[in-house]
């Protein structure tokens, strides 16, 4: 096959670029160096990574292109900001700077969402702390009766969270909610959103205790987005009771968090008095991810004086 960009074709084949940048990304410390060699080659192609083999040699061009992007993901720039699009469950989204970078971890959350409005015959989801849109794009996607109410703080995420929900098909854009609002805010909240009246929550927070070592590349996270106080809780304690304010009775809420953090997420959830059946989640590799719980039946005393009833 020739080249899908159309430039002149230099001598050296695909496999000879891919061992070269796979050495040099290697060399640099990062995880997956060929992976992301393929998918730096076939961003700088214009190709499918399935027809990545079936290219002979790479052109000046497109060689230029890719040794400029590798030459950048050697400085640990995550490959989402080099190709402007992080896949996520069913959907592309663009990213770049100024918003998080969907992680494939996060996927369980938008899955089990998805299964939670399956079994409650839901259609009211709110994603807290939506930055791209990842959860509230994918679980619009998976469940098409389902109406989203998106909600983020941060005008530069806001920024790309709007425009993946405007490159969103149609019929998906025109279910998702965008809103600005802080989720440690009651007040905001319950203006914003009617109490009582959402089937699942579902919330990927800051969650990352102060001081934590990270790697190169969730430096480029803006680190609202990351970090979250001393012991990595300071938006999900707030944020609880006011996810059990929003909560119908036998709604469901999921909150990714912090592998260290699992007793204090199930703690908070529990202390509501609001919440049963809570419990906590692996993702495969065996580390605590997300918990869940149940929103009790019935409001107690404990619920916000805007509920009704
Ligand atoms: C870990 S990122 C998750 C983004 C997205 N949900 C995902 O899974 O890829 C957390 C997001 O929460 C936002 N955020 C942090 N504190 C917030 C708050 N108090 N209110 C609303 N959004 C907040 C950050 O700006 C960031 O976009």
Redesign the pocket.
Known sequence: MSQPDGGSVGARPVAAELRWAAQRLAEAGVDSPRADAEWLLCDALGCDRGRLLLVDAVSDNARARFHHAVAQRAERIPLQHITGTAA?GPVDLSVGPG?????PE?EFLADWAARALADTAGTQLV??????G??AIAVATLVPSVRVTA????PR?LHWLRRNVDAAAADIAARISVCC????DAEQMLELIAPAGVDVVVA????VPDGHTIAPEVAH??P???FAGPDGMT?IEPMVPIVADLLRPGGYVGI?HDDTTSVSVLTALESTGQFVDVRAHADLAGRLRFATGRRADGRTPQARGKMAG
């Open positions: 996520f918003v998080f970078t969907p992680r996060t994603d807290l702390c939506s930055g791209s990842a959860l909600v983020e703080y941060s995420a609002a802080d989720v440690t990927n927070p800051p969650y996270d803006p609202e987005a990351v938006v990714e």
